[in-house]
């Protein structure tokens, strides 16, 4: 029985991809209340420590088409394994950085590593998952995510005032190790022929990736301008709220325990609607989920600039948790949803590239928004944005939901 004949469970994935997504978000959420703050701590101003954070953007941004290109040729398996052993040394690094340069250097880096396990795993999901399951799939993977970002500000929250800033970045090392043995453990091996390795030079190499990624930008660039455009609108909201929200708490007198748990209760709230969200995009379509959830993020956060304490803040992290919830998984099944069968991490890697530079540009956004006027201006510029991004995902986009595909010809 071919591989797409074969019947389809959710319950395969487990081991090989839910439970590590869990552990890793969750390692990677330890860091995100204490990022900003972890930079002022080391002298950078407001508009500095909005640049250390997107510098993390910056690294998915640039690496997202080699990465793709190198998966193709290398297999998947192998870049997610490579990745990790990156992740785990480079959070070393940034737990005992001594300058902002520093310390942007590594989450760089972190943002470079991240991008390939993201594509090398994307790429398995696109194989191995039919359309008709593939946004409860992803919902899913996107749950596990959001469950590890409960649990994670909350610990690191509590870790770093406790033991400093730096501490919550080994945790991330301790997590990424741990789903480097689930990796080479439960990750089945890559199918199919990859292509081997040739001998040309590496100026010939990178002129004939530009080429190909110049021939995907233009067989898709309706895709691009529609879906990818409102994408990018969506990871900038989101990369938004990573830097707004410590950055406002620590501005009206919370500490770093409460803004992690700021942090935890709104991924608690997306976590507990992922599901849901992928029978939505599944059932009636993936507009049907970002819409809503461009809508309800954009508005929650004009909202914060009005609240001046703790209950204030969370109120408006749950409403904004709910939004996003609402949103669980659906980058990641647009750009499954429009890859080819054939070689997917390309287009994957290109879509990312595209779609990144929002989650690079939200935290710049932000300080310098920030520098220019006040703090309190910054969320509701985001929020303008992400209204737009909602017009444009509504009135432009054509739905990517297919009930059923069509039996391979073996």
């Known amino acids: 029985m071919s591989q797409s004949e074969s019947p389809f469970r959710l319950s395969s994935f487990v081991l090989p991809f839910y ?3 869990f552990i890793s978000s969750t390692g990677a959420a330890m860091v995100m209340p204490v990022l900003p703050l972890y930079a002022r701590s080391l002298g950078a101003g407001i508009a500095a ?3 250390v ?3 993390f953007g910056l690294g998915t941004l640039l690496c997202n088409v080699p990465a793709g290109f190198a998966i193709s040729r290398f297999g998947k398996k192998r870049a997610m394994v490579f990745s990790l052993l990156a992740e785990t040394a480079l959070c070393a690094v940034a737990a005992v950085a001594g300058t902002p340069v520093l310390l942007g250097l590594a989450v760089f880096g972190l943002g470079a590593a991240h991008s390939v396990f993201f594509i090398a795993r994307l790429s398995f999901f696109r194989e191995l998952v039919p359309s008709a399951r593939r946004g409860r799939a992803l919902a899913l993977l996107g749950g596990e995510y959001r469950f590890g970002s409960f649990i994670g500000p909350i610990v690191g929250g509590f870790v770093a005032a406790g033991l400093g800033y730096g501490s919550a970045f080994l945790g991330h ?7 480097l043995v689930f990796v080479v453990i439960w990750v089945p091996a890559d199918s199919g022929r ?3 390795p040739e001998a040309a030079g590496v100026s010939r190499a990178l002129r004939r990736s530009v080429l190909r990624i110049g021939a995907i930008l233009r067989e898709n660039i309706s895709v691009f301008a529609t879906a990818g455009s409102s994408i990018v609108i969506l990871q900038l909201v989101r990369a938004g709220r990573q830097v707004i929200f410590p950055l406002w708490g620590d501005a009206i007198g919370l500490d770093v325990s409460q803004i992690g748990l700021v942090f935890g209760v709104m991924f608690a709230v997306e976590t507990a609607i992922v599901y849901p969200a992928g029978i939505v995009m599944d059932r009636f379509g993936r507009k049907r989920a970002a819409v809503p959830c461009l809508l309800i993020v954009s508005l929650s956060l004009a909202f914060l600039p009005l609240t001046t304490g703790f209950a204030g803040v969370l109120a408006v992290a749950i409403a904004s948790g ?9 980058n990641m099944t647009l750009s499954t949803d429009y890859a080819p069968r054939q070689n997917p991490g390309e287009f994957i890697g290109v879509w990312r590239m595209v779609v990144d530079s929002g989650a690079t540009a939200g935290p710049v956004l932000i300080g310098g928004i920030a520098d220019i006027f006040t703090l309190g201006t910054s969320p509701v510029v985001i929020a303008a944005l992400g209204l737009v991004g909602a017009a444009i995902m509504q009135f432009t986009m054509k739905e990517t939901l297919v009930r059923a595909e069509p039996r391979s010809r073996t």
């Open 19 to 21: 439970v590590p997504a």
């Open 49 to 51: 420590t909005g640049v």
């Open 53 to 55: 954070v997107a510098m």
């Open 173 to 179: 090392a301790l997590a990424s190790a741990i789903v």
């Open 194 to 196: 990859r292509a081997a």
């Open 322 to 330: 709910l939004g996003n919830g609402m949103g669980s998984g659906i």
